[in-house]
């Protein structure tokens, strides 16, 4: 049931709709399990993309974007909240999915807390992870529809960038 390398190793813009009603599971120390719904998704494409991470190029920051689709990507923001990604595409085409919400939690940054994220997930990978990882809808929690918004907090990326539809969420 956990997602393969193969569904992470594509286009950001299609890995991102296609995560919306998957299972984000996080299995804690203690062996409690944690199964979410995600609802909500925002693309970051590759270097171009002035709202990418990875726009500013290479980074210690964004080395894990360089890398293959199916790592984690975490990050660090107003002091308070790790947001979690995860990289998409081939090697050396830096491209994320930020996971914005599940039906069970709202916003990111309540996301990153309940899942108790910090900087030890930074590149780990979602196929053999003991702790995070993916797996496929049943069919019960499968959208029956997905739209797009434009993407939430990027107006330094410009007005172009920041009108693109790259936010997926789920309808019903």
Known sequence: MRLS???FC???LEVAPDLIGKILVRKFDDGEILRLTINETEAYRE????ACH???????RTEVMYHKGGLVYVYFIYGMYWLLNFT???INHPQAVLIRGTREINGPGRLGRTLKL???????????SGRLWVEESPASTTPTSIITKTRVGINYAGEFWANKPWRFMETS
């Not at 270097?47 to 002035?50: A, F, R, V, W």
């Open 5 to 7: 390398n193969g569904f």
């Open 10 to 12: 594509r286009d950001v």
């Open 47 to 50: 270097e171009e993309d002035l």
């Open 54 to 60: 990875a726009s500013r190029g290479r980074t210690p």
């Open 88 to 90: 998409t595409g081939a």
């Open 118 to 128: 910090d900087r030890s997930f930074y590149g780990e990978d979602l196929t053999t």
